[in-house]
């Protein structure tokens, strides 16, 4: 008779905040906000229940904010409107990794605000 060993997912909210909360690196050293985030759900993805969702979430964030980033920069040549929506991203990437930080320290689902979805 051969034995099985089955792998038991832990809840871990803490782990899914601090997740959230290293896309603030990006504001100390520039790429960490990417880098960090990403070792963080491809290592314990299938240890941490609710990993996988997550970090998911937090990959199509940042790679929808670099995108429209990209775009911004032509556009400040048009009015100004790069500018602004420079602004706008800004506020948008430090406020909604602090906010689904609180989400998932609830439990809660994060929040999927101006994400385009590159991963599924």
Partial sequence: ????QSRVKR???T???LTHLSQL???????GGFIVPLVL?????????GM???????????????LYIVISIPAILLFGLGIL?????????????????????????PSQ???IRFIS
């Fill in 1 to 4: 008779m051969e034995v099985l």
């Fill in 11 to 13: 809840e871990d909210n």
């Fill in 15 to 17: 782990l899914l905040a």
């Fill in 25 to 31: 690196l990006h504001y100390v050293t520039g790429c």
């Fill in 41 to 49: 759900w491809l290592a314990t993805r299938n240890d941490v229940e």
């Fill in 52 to 66: 996988n969702e997550h970090g998911k979430s937090i990959i199509n964030f940042q790679l929808s904010l670099l």
């Fill in 85 to 109: 929506s420079l602004i706008f991203l800004g506020i948008v990437g430090f406020v909604l990794p602090i906010v689904n930080a609180v989400k998932a320290a609830n439990g809660e689902a």
């Fill in 113 to 115: 605000f101006l994400t």
